[in-house]
């Protein structure tokens, strides 16, 4: 990916002030996704990053990770994993609490989604504080996933999130 096409989807991300709370600036990528050329380019960075590595599942995080990562798990060819906000998936689950930048939440993983040992790369938009990456790795661990790789289009870096997913490899693309 050139550094030009890095720009450009920079350029896209539309910032959005004081959204969903006073104080917070919100990284809105609708932009992107509605850029055919853009979206497409978002997710082959994505799919550059797992080139060559070892991926049995792709875990993504409601709602804006499922873009992402639906695309990516459909272009390697393997299986698609959603963790849930509280209360919208059918079968037996396993739940954690978080903290994220803009408040507390609960999600939730199908105990069944991941086989035991199987190699996990957890995708999202954004990486702030890391509350909700950290409660997702400890639910793919839980149920006994291997989270060897987390990939984010964008992250905050003064906000120190990666440091809450001590050993998996943080990989973010658009930096602020
Ligand atoms: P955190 O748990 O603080 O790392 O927050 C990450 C989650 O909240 C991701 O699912 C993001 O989509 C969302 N999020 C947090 N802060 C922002 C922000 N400033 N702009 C857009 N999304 C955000």
Redesign the pocket.
Known sequence: MSEEDISRLRAAVRD?PD?PKPG??????TPVLADGELFRKSVDLFLKECHGKLIDKVVG?????FLFGSAVAYELGVGFVPLRKKGRLPYKTERAS?????GEAEMELHIDAIERGEKVVLI????????????AASLIRKVGGDLTEAM?L?E?EF?H?RS?LPGTSVTSFLKW
């Not at 995080?61 to 990770?65: H, L, P, S």
């Not at 978080?98 to 803009?102: A, C, D």
């Open positions: 959005v959204f917070i600036i919100f990284k809105d990528i995080i409601d709602a804006r990770g978080y903290s994220l930048e803009y999202d938009d954004l990486l702030a504080t890391g509350g909700t990456s950290a409660s984010f964008i905050l906000l999130g809450k």
